[in-house]
């Protein structure tokens, strides 16, 4: 069996030590016949640095990595051109470690190609001495590869202040590319999120993003058929449905796509199903914005947004949803075009993402982490065994648990969303498949629960009149949506009280078909 290239996002070093390689080499090649400027976003350990890598390769002419691959007879490899790669690694917390760190990158960019600045105080300047010096030094045009072109604004966006100044001084070095257009012959940035052009990429308004181009759905992360055929031998025995709901779901408008990173920690581990892409990093401060916006969690099961949103991003205008889609925790469910307008339906990814991202939640967010695994098997229990007594009995205890100095720290009490977000991630982090703001023609289900055989219709309501949740289900007849779809169908009114902080009234009924 091949290796596994667990780690490793060097094309050389995976090509001549034999690791597995899926073939990206046909989208390298559309890629660098068919645009000049590009860039590309994708979730962190997406296989984007492999691929720029990937990339370098192929325009240093090093035909020999490339045999049996796509672009072995395509590309006329004795054309090498002169690469400048820039890899943002290090410390970003101050402007000045930050222009310590670009001094590095840019100086291991001279002594690779022999080149010389002589400021060697702006990095701009250099920049710009670098491109214009390998253009006449090797009568080519040159070659520029940036990956995690983000990073240093990414790594400190809990301190806006930083985060501008950042952005400013990326915003120079990026402005020297389309000042040098002519001595460049291709240039291609990756990076998790994608920020406005008027923030960051000013003047840079030539560079095609081919996130979310159909044709390049697949460039990075693997596909089903990439797992049945080059992971086949090490997932024998597996149980590749398990597989699918556990890592597969990321869309980008081709396939349905594995992070790579979980699929090879995965088979490392010995096949044991864990969150390893998602431990692989911490989304404080995403806790942080969604309390700070008091954001309604069941919306992450039914969330449109329109493509000029979903497409930008910058730092004094955060979105919880376009946080959450740029990082991975949500992906594109489907694309709709309404009145010659796209609009995007964004959704959980997967199993892993929906489990661990709820129990993060409850952790951090609601400060649940005593007793939380107990609750979980009993209000698992009661939802597959139709005991609505055991079910209101854990819901309250629930709302038992959450400390009273959470209330006084966020005064979140007194909104009905703040009930129902507690509720939902409780019931995602079961794994069941959950439906917030459910659509009907009467109107919108706080939260739909769909098991196999039955639905969960629930309504939430703080402080307001006995029996209103249940009447309101009844009267806007929100069980016709499921009337064909289930055998029994529970009409749940869940009522709250601000000041007892806890479950006052429930009521339920049930509708059989």
């Not at 997406?46 to 990339?55: E, N, Q, R």
């Not at 990595?65 to 790669?85: A, E, M, R, S």
């Not at 939430?460 to 009447?471: P, R, T």
Request: proline share 2%; glycine share 4%.
């Amino acid at each position: 069996m091949k290796k596994l290239p667990v780690g490793i996002s060097t094309f050389r070093e995976i090509r001549e030590n034999d690791y597995v390689y899926i073939d990206k080499t046909r989208e390298a090649y559309e890629v660098i016949t068919n645009y000049k400027y590009v860039f590309l976003s994708r979730p962190r350990r997406f296989g984007k640095s492999l691929f720029l890598d990937t990339l370098k390769e192929i325009f240093k002419g090093n035909m020999e990595l490339f045999k049996g691959l796509y672009i072995y007879n395509k590309w006329d490899f004795t054309h090498k051109y002169p690469v400048i790669k820039i890899s943002w690694a290090g410390n970003f917390q101050t402007l000045e470690t930050f222009k310590s760190r670009a001094y590095s990158i840019f100086k291991d960019n001279q002594r690779r190609l022999g080149i010389v600045c002589e400021d060697r105080e702006d990095m701009a300047s250099c920049f710009d001495e670098l491109i214009k010096g390998a253009y006449w030094k090797y009568n080519q045009r040159v070659v520029i590869l940036i990956d995690e072109y983000d990073k240093p604004i990414l790594d400190v966006i809990e301190d806006i202040e930083q985060a501008k100044k950042n952005r400013e001084y990326l915003k120079g070095l990026y402005s020297i590319i389309k000042d040098n257009d002519a001595y460049i012959k291709f240039a291609f940035l990756t990076g998790v999120s994608k920020f406005s052009k008027a923030s960051i990429f000013s003047g840079l308004n030539m560079l095609e993003d081919i996130s979310l181009n159909p044709r390049f759905g697949n460039i990075c992360g693997y596909t089903q058929r990439d797992i049945e055929t080059y992971f086949k031998e090490y997932l024998v025995g597996v149980n590749l449905d398990d597989v699918r709901d556990w890592y597969n779901g990321y869309y980008f408008l081709k396939d349905k796509l594995y992070n790579p990173f979980d699929i090879l920690q995965f088979i490392k581990n010995g096949c044991v199903f864990k969150n390893y892409w998602f431990r692989s990093g911490t989304p404080s401060f995403l806790i942080k914005l969604i309390r700070e916006h008091r954001y309604f969690l069941p919306r992450l099961c039914n969330i449109i947004v329109e493509e000029d949103i979903l497409e930008s991003f910058d730092v004094e205008e955060i979105d919880v949803e376009i946080i959450l889609y740029q990082s991975g925790y949500l992906t594109i469910d489907r694309m709709m075009e309404k009145r010659r307008r796209i609009e995007y339906a964004l959704r959980l990814p997967n199993e892993e993402v929906k489990l661990s991202l709820s129990n993060h939640l409850l952790r951090y967010l609601f400060e649940q982490r005593q007793g939380r695994s107990k609750i979980q098997d009993n209000l698992y229990d009661a939802l597959v065994d139709e005991d609505m007594e055991k079910f209101k009995e854990m819901l309250t205890s629930i709302f038992a648990s959450i400390p009273y100095n959470y209330y006084i720290k966020n005064n979140i009490d007194e909104y009905e969303g703040f009930y129902a977000s507690v509720v939902y991630v409780y019931l995602q982090s079961l794994g069941f498949d959950i439906i917030g703001e459910d659509v009907t023609n009467h109107g919108r289900i706080d939260l739909s629960i769909l098991l196999k055989d039955k639905v969960y219709i629930t309504e939430f309501k703080v402080d307001g009149k006995k029996g209103d949740a249940l009447s309101q289900i009844k009267s806007r007849r929100y069980h016709e949506k499921y009337i064909n779809k289930a055998n029994k169908i529970y009409l749940v009114g869940i009522e709250f009280s601000s000041e007892e902080k806890n479950i006052i009234n429930f009521e339920f009924e049930v509708v059989e078909n």
